[in-house]
């Protein structure tokens, strides 16, 4: 059994890893989050130490290390922009990082980590779901067993419908979030890379508050997506049936299905981690290169091989009043 600590037990995606951890076997001692709305603790780990000040954190992760009961891992769930600083955290107390994606905001943030875990002889693990999704592992394996010389057509669209909130919280302030496309479409880049091949060329065709669209060239595809927030932006078919969600991966036109499954796969990314697997920074570099790039820059509009649900009609961002 591992001992775990948990940073921002207090977000959306906290309890799915509160559920990995106990799912594997192993106890979560202790937990940070300056919110306090943490009842699902009690689901999971209703003896586990909780803390809203950083401060007190540490001294108790201190006090665990100086009492033999010190942390194997750190699992960080906080706002992106603090990725960064909690991982240097967890290294620095001895244990080894689960993170959440993105891992960190900016390609050079991963090298000096590399630095930190040379220094303190533990591991930086990402969650990249995607990459033990049973239909996306066979979608590679199709590839790579493929015609070697073949240049795919892809179309991936993501439609995840926020209200107002997002706007006040950390994600709707790029600074924070890196974004949309960092936000919401950072671990479907990294699949795309993973299955068909590294960046050739990076074209940005929208890029606002609310979506964001653009074409890749990879090694192997030819990539139009498209990623939005905005419940206007869903297919008519969608909208009828009252979905604020839309999924699609289609690869020469074939619809490729991934959207079950969904619900175990933090489960399935701690135990591969615990196995001795796991993907470490240099498997996470290169979607965190993509986001960057597309974040500065510059949006060429409607031009080129452009994703269809691009030419929607573009919207105020809600809180302008003008």
Known sequence: ????????????????????????????LAAYDKF??????????????????????????????????????????????LHDSHIRFGLRVGANVICEKPLVLNPWNIDALAEVEKEHGTRVFNILQLRLHPSIIALKKRIDHGPKNKIYDIDLAYITSRGHWYYTSWKGDESKSGGIATNIGVHFYDMLTWVFGAVKQNTVHIHTHDRAAGYFELEKARVRWFLSINADTLPDYVKAKGGRTYRSLTLENEEIEFSDGFTELHT???????????????????????????????????????????????????????
């Open 36 to 81: 306090d709305s943490v009842g699902v603790m009690d689901s999971h780990f209703p003896n586990a130490d909780f803390f809203t000040e950083f401060e007190r954190f540490d001294r108790h992760v201190d006090k665990l290390k100086r009492t033999g009961q010190g942390l194997d891992y750190v699992s960080i769930c906080s706002p992106n922009y």
């Open 268 to 322: 399935h990314s701690y135990q591969h981690i615990l196995d001795g697997h796991g993907f470490g920074l240099s498997e996470a570099k290169p979607s965190i290169e993509i986001v960057h790039d597309i974040r500065h820059q510059e949006a060429i509009g409607l031009k080129g091989d452009y994703h269809p649900l691009a030419a929607g009609d573009l919207a105020k961002h809600p809180f302008d009043k003008n």
């Open 1 to 28: 059994m591992k001992n775990f600590g948990l940073i921002g037990a207090a977000g959306y995606i906290a309890p799915r890893h509160m559920k990995a951890i106990k799912d594997t076997g192993n106890n979560l």
